[in-house]
C-alpha cells in the first residue's frame, strides 16, 4: 500500500478523549441503520442514520443522521451497519456532523464519562466508620482488662 501526502493532508487533534467529548457539542453511542450517499462542498458525504444506545451529551433524539465524509483525506470514515460506535459532532448549519476523528471506540466514551462520583463522600463515611469500630473495641478491651473492685486484696 502507497500513501501519499494528499491521503495524509487530514490530521485529528492530539487531545484527550475527554478534551473531545467537552468540546463536541453532541456525544452519543449507537448503531448506524444505514445511509445515504450526498454531495456537499464539493467533498462527497453520507448521511448516516444511527440508533441511539446512550445519549452522553447533547439534545438529540432515539435516532439521528450525521454527515461523514466519504473519502480519509476529508476526513471521512466508512461507518459499519448495527455495529455500536461513539460519535462525537458538532452542527454544521442544520445537520450534524463528524469526521474520523469523531469516531471513536464506544466503551471509551462510555469510561469516560461514567466515572464514579462522591468518592470523597464513600471515603469519609468509610474512615468515620472504621474510627467508630477501633473507639468501640478500645473501650471493651479496657473494660474486660479492668480488675474489679470485689477481687482486689484487702
Not at 476523528?101 to 462522591?118: M, N, Q, S
Request: net charge positive.
Amino acid at each position: 500500500m502507497i500513501v501519499t501526502a494528499g491521503a495524509q493532508a487530514f490530521a485529528c487533534p492530539t487531545t484527550t478523549l475527554e478534551e473531545r467529548i467537552a468540546d463536541a457539542q453532541a456525544v452519543f453511542v449507537g448503531r448506524s441503520t444505514g445511509y445515504t450517499p450526498v454531495s456537499g462542498e464539493g467533498v462527497p458525504q453520507r448521511l448516516y442514520r444511527f440508533e441511539v444506545d446512550q445519549k452522553v451529551k447533547g439534545d438529540i433524539g432515539d435516532s439521528v443522521v450525521v454527515r461523514i465524509p466519504v473519502r480519509p483525506v476529508n476526513g471521512g470514515q466508512r461507518i459499519p451497519q448495527d455495529v455500536a460506535a461513539g460519535i462525537l459532532m458538532n452542527r454544521a448549519g442544520a445537520t450534524w456532523f463528524t469526521t474520523r476523528c469523531g469516531i471513536t471506540d464506544p466503551g471509551a466514551v462510555l469510561a469516560t464519562v461514567d466515572e464514579p462520583k462522591g468518592n470523597a463522600i464513600k471515603l469519609a463515611i468509610g474512615i468515620l466508620i472504621l474510627v467508630s469500630v477501633l473507639g468501640y473495641s478500645v473501650h471493651r478491651l479496657r473494660r474486660k482488662n479492668a480488675v474489679p473492685p470485689s477481687t482486689l486484696p484487702r
